[in-house]
């Protein structure tokens, strides 16, 4: 696995790896990018950890995220004005997630805790006629509320299942597998995406790049003031003072509009 370099390379330096690995596709240049860009992918994989039982590795999941850091760098063209570290992102993060659906990674031990936290839930249901509280749960279990709470979170990854799995066999020489027969909730409904799209028109209209910028990042992508801030080399305050004006004039526009429409 490649090790994240100890103090940051300059930027003039980093623009020189580019320059190079555009006009040459020099292996070296390339590995110099990738071990410079490796914090974006440790950050990735700590961020997805968070929400994944004990038994997943973060280095199992830096590894999966590399791949999709050497697919951005291959790809990456500077010419459309976005910073690599933005476009790397969404594919680091692809590429953890892609790995995790590919495989039935969820240990025989995750599967029995939830099958005993499932079966205490029935058998509470039965004796209170409700649905128990994580107090009873964790006293029926026998188990303080710190393991408890371990055990709720282990539990929810059971949920998530290899898509190439077999559902069941059939006569021909394909079988149904997960992915046939999975309802498609990504897909969105077209009249959502153009309203979507006007949205952002509307409320973008009038803003300069860097404003405009702020708005889809933080509204849309969902990013944080930090990493707004350093996609746009400002410093996190900046970012926030712009989002704040941006939202007053906003608001001035819209107070505006309802007045004439009043009027009308």
Known sequence: MLKSTQSKAPPEQVA???????????????????????????YAAERIRTKLPDEVEVDDLVSSGVFGLMDAVNAYDPSRGVKFETYCSARIRGAILDELRSLDWVPRLVRSRAHK????????????????????????MKLPMEEFRRL??????????????????TDSHKDVREIDVLEDKR?????????????????????????????????FEEMTMKEIGETLDLSESRVSQMHSAVLMRLRSQLERRQKELQTV
């Open 117 to 140: 936290l499932n079966d205490a839930v029935g058998v509470l249901e039965s004796r209170l006629g409700r649905k128990p509280t994580e107090k009873e749960l964790a006293k029926e």
């Open 16 to 42: 020189q790896w580019w320059a190079t690995f555009h006009k040459t596709k020099c292996e070296e240049a390339r590995n110099r990018l990738l071990e410079h860009y490796l914090p974006i992918v440790r």
């Open 187 to 219: 897909s969105d409904d077209p009249l959502r995406v153009a309203n979507r799209k006007d949205i952002k028109d509307l409320v973008t209209r009038g803003l300069n790049r860097a404003e405009r910028l702020i708005i889809l990042l933080y509204y």
């Open 152 to 169: 709720q979170q282990d539990a929810k990854a059971v949920g998530v299942v290899s898509l190439s799995r077999k559902w069941f066999e």
